[in-house]
């Protein structure tokens, strides 16, 4: 048994490890073959504006004489190119931006642990593909794609990373020293053959990074005054470019322009995560092989953003920031980039239908040769069993074997089932779909015969599920604290023992007045604990600080409510009962408000449900009903005792799943630090010791989940079913949600979006490994028993 339980945890230690290696490993393959386009390209040269941090709405918006920012651009708009929206993808960072625009894939998250100034692992880029690539700007970003250029034809010119100041006055000066240095290069290109001849070779690129408008937005904010006069500096030193290009190559309308940003920015000058003002950048391209304006109508798109800039009327040609890659590449006719899943952009083309088609299926073969060599590695270091081509004589043999069930009876518990599992999936965003489900399971007798069989059990999980349901429903814990709820909780708690107490004492034959002596312990212990939550908190709001005494009294409480249930007798319904009053006597000193009431309904719920699972068991016919009062827990009971599974089973281990998803989020989502208030730890300290609060604070966390699992162990009893057997069911149940976490993982987003999906796979693939030690712990609770005087007795049933 020893070995099963390690091999389990291990197992589920390597699941819980493989998103780190699945996730946040690099994608990137190599070795695949080079493709391009067999046709004539249209242009021979490529000239790439990026300026850095443009906001497409502050670039393509009318200001507030309703004149444009950048009139030469919105000109090329209107008379000479096309135009539309560059979507970016999160991290909105300039070095993820930069590699989508060249590269044409979307930053490896392999480099979220080397910064972005550093290559983690080869690409290939347009500038690698070109024959010669030129760029200037950023010492930041030029770098990056000549380090892993293969050769020595991608030439970098950068400027003093000093310069890159953002309490600079005049931030436009670092595009002006881009601007300045293209035209003294072509310049000094007249006067130097061989670097004459270079830039008359076809299949080469200008680069041109211009970082005054981003250095501008983190300084004074996008809606600044020197934000916007930059875009016009920039609108300038562009127009000037295009014409000296123009003149330098005769007119001869072969070069290709393209103007776009690397990311956008917020209001407040930040970018980096997915703000509509961080991914909308905007995308102008013009001269050769581009298509001309195109006048429409009317435009169908989920903003209004054309009537805004008043571009209603030129077609807007919407892009992935990636498909810009192979955009360039099929115009001056080089190789994809390799890594590049950008899909080029057709009507941004100018060109045969030919063209466009083999442009197109050159495009899709060079995405299928990353996925043949990616299949290829993964069949290298795969057991061959284990990799085998998807066949349909296996779907075939799916429906064969599946037509062998009554087709009503299965596919009423797939959906039942799936429809269970999703529920549990969404109640980890949103805690309103557990109050579906409760609900859901108050009707569930009234749909059976069990309706018939039990009137009383029925109308009672009815109520305590609809009861329990209003929780999820509240605000979270500790954002309204309410004593007087505590209070009435511990009222409550009080009334419900002396009902008990009273009718045990009516059973003198079994009810001795040892046990008696126990639960008149644990009343007494609960109206300590009413005392010292009022006391403690009257304490405080006349700000005495904590009286020793209560803090005595609860350290106390706290200790013992792990022992004296043992001392209860081992009777399901008088054991269960036991643990309850300690746990609750717990329970109200580390409440602040309605959380209080929360144990003690889902321990109402919990007992109903022993008793209809009983009932749903001897409907079936598989066993007789037992009186609660006559079954005892022992921790060795004869295995002879035990019935296979049935059906039905996988739903009792369904309802324990979600018992305890709801223990877990019923009162908040504790994933949150939000849910998480000091004021609940009062009554045992005051000092901040962020280890012991908590360790407290954790341990108000397990006490509906140690209820949920004692009430399983009397299940399992009770329906003569091995735990391990049904536990494993559980185990099921919960990898297929860790499943379900596993694919909803991110590796791309902004750093909250990624953490968020972590944690939630983190917390189902916890609360599975968890669910073992907390069995073992509902067992110790169940099963021991210890006497005041005298030897430790074992019960059997």
């Known amino acids: 048994m020893l070995l099963f339980f390690t091999l389990g945890l291990l197992i589920h230690f390597v699941f819980f490890a493989s998103i780190f290696d699945i996730y946040f490993t690099s994608p990137l393959v190599h070795g695949m073959t080079p493709q391009f386009t067999p046709l004539p390209p249209p242009a021979r040269r490529l000239v790439l504006f990026v300026a850095d941090g443009l906001r497409a709405d502050t670039l393509y918006e009318l200001d507030e004489n309703g004149t444009s920012r950048a009139p030469f651009i919105r000109n090329i708009i209107m008379h000479e190119g096309s135009w539309g929206i560059s979507h970016t993808r999160v991290p909105t960072e300039s070095r993820p931006g930069h590699v989508a625009l060249i590269a044409g894939f979307y930053e490896d998250v392999s480099a979220v642990a080397k910064g972005w100034k550093e290559n983690p692992v080869e690409f290939d880029s347009l500038f690698n593909e070109s024959k010669y690539t030129w760029s200037w700007g950023s010492p930041d970003i030029l ?13 970098t010119y950068s400027y003093d990373a000093k310069r890159e100041d953002f309490g600079a006055q005049d931030a436009t000066k670092l595009d002006t020293w881009v601007f300045d240095n293209v035209k003294d290069f072509f310049h000094h ?24 408008i981003d250095t501008n937005g983190h300084a004074h904010r996008p809606s600044s005054r020197d934000y916007k006069d930059n875009i016009k500096k920039v609108d300038d030193g562009v127009k000037e470019i295009v014409s000296m290009f123009n003149h330098f190559y005769g007119n001869d309308g072969k070069t290709t322009f393209i103007f776009t940003s690397d990311h956008g920015m917020t209001d407040w000058g930040s970018h980096g ?30 903003d209004s953003f054309l009537k805004e800039w008043r571009l209603e009327n030129w077609k807007r040609l919407d892009v992935n920031q990636a498909d810009i890659a192979p955009l360039m590449t099929s115009l001056i006719g080089v190789p994809f980039p390799l890594n590049s899943v950008g899909i080029l952009p057709v009507d941004y083309l100018n060109n045969t239908d030919l063209f466009k088609a083999e442009s197109m299926f050159t495009n899709a073969v060079q995405i299928l040769e990353q996925f043949k060599v990616k299949m290829t590695q993964k069949k290298e270091v795969t057991l061959p069993f284990l990799f085998t081509p998807f066949k349909c004589q296996v779907i075939q043999d799916l429906v064969t074997s599946l037509l062998t069930y009554p087709l009503s009876h299965f596919v009423g518990y797939l959906l039942v089932f799936t429809l269970g599992i999703e529920v549990l999936v969404l109640s980890f965003f949103y805690r309103y779909m557990l109050t579906a489900g409760l609900t859901a399971f108050a009707v569930w007798p009234f749909l059976t015969r069990l309706w018939t069989r039990a009137k009383v059990t029925s109308l009672s999980w009815a109520f305590f599920s609809v009861l329990l349901a209003v929780f999820p429903l509240m605000p979270v814990v500790g954002r309204k604290p309410d004593i007087s709820l505590v209070m009435g909780a511990g009222l409550l708690v009080l009334l419900l023992s002396l009902c008990v107490v009273t009718c045990l004492m009516k059973r003198k034959d079994s009810f001795r007045k040892e046990e008696l002596l126990v639960h008149l312990l644990q009343v007494l212990s609960t109206v300590l604990s009413m005392y010292v939550v009022y006391s403690t908190q009257s304490s405080l709001l006349r700000k005495q600080g904590l009286p020793l005494m209560n803090q005595i009294i609860s350290w106390a409480t706290l200790a013992s409510s792990l022992v004296v249930p043992l001392l209860s007798s081992p009777a399901v319904f008088q054991r269960l009962f036991s643990i309850l009053l300690s746990l609750m006597s717990t329970y109200l000193l580390l409440s602040t408000g309605y959380e209080a009431v929360f144990p003690l309904v889902l321990s109402c719920l919990m007992f109903v449900w022993i008793n209809i699972e009983q009932e749903t068991l001897q409907q079936s016919g598989v066993c007789c009903k037992q009186k609660l009062t006559s079954i005892q827990f022992s921790y060795n009971t004869d295995i002879t005792q035990f019935r296979q599974l049935y ?3 996988i739903r009792r281990a369904f309802f324990l799943v979600f018992f305890l998803v709801t223990a877990f989020f019923g009162t908040g989502n504790i994933a949150s630090i939000n849910s998480f208030d000091l004021a609940s730890v009062y009554c045992f300290l005051t000092v901040f010791s962020p280890f012991m609060m908590g360790a407290l604070m ?15 162990e009397a299940v399992q009893l009770t329906t003569q079913l091995s735990s391990k057997s049904l536990f494993l069911i559980v185990l099921v149940i919960s990898d297929i949600m860790a499943l379900h976490f596993f694919f909803l993982v991110k590796d791309y987003g902004s750093w909250l979006d990624i953490g968020t999906s972590i944690s939630h796979y983190v917390i189902v693939m916890s609360m599975t490994i968890f669910l073992v030690f907390l069995n073992g712990l509902a067992q110790l609770l169940t099963t021991k028993k210890l006497r005041l005087c005298g030897k430790p007795k074992s019960h059997f049933m």
């Open 143 to 155: 770098p990056m794609f000549a380090k892993g250029a293969s050769g020595d034809h991608v030439y």
């Open 189 to 212: 290109a007249r006067n130097n053959q061989s670097l004459f001849s270079k830039i008359n070779e076809e299949k080469i690129v200008f680069f041109l990074h211009l970082l005054g």
């Open 273 to 302: 995560a997915g703000h509509p003002s961080e991914t909308l950048t905007p995308l102008v391209t013009w001269g050769a092989g581009i298509n001309y304006p195109q006048r429409v109508s009317a435009q169908q798109f989920d």
């Open 647 to 649: 059906l039905d089973d």
């Open 698 to 712: 954790m341990w108000k966390i397990l006490i509906p989940f140690v209820l949920v699992m004692c009430a399983f």
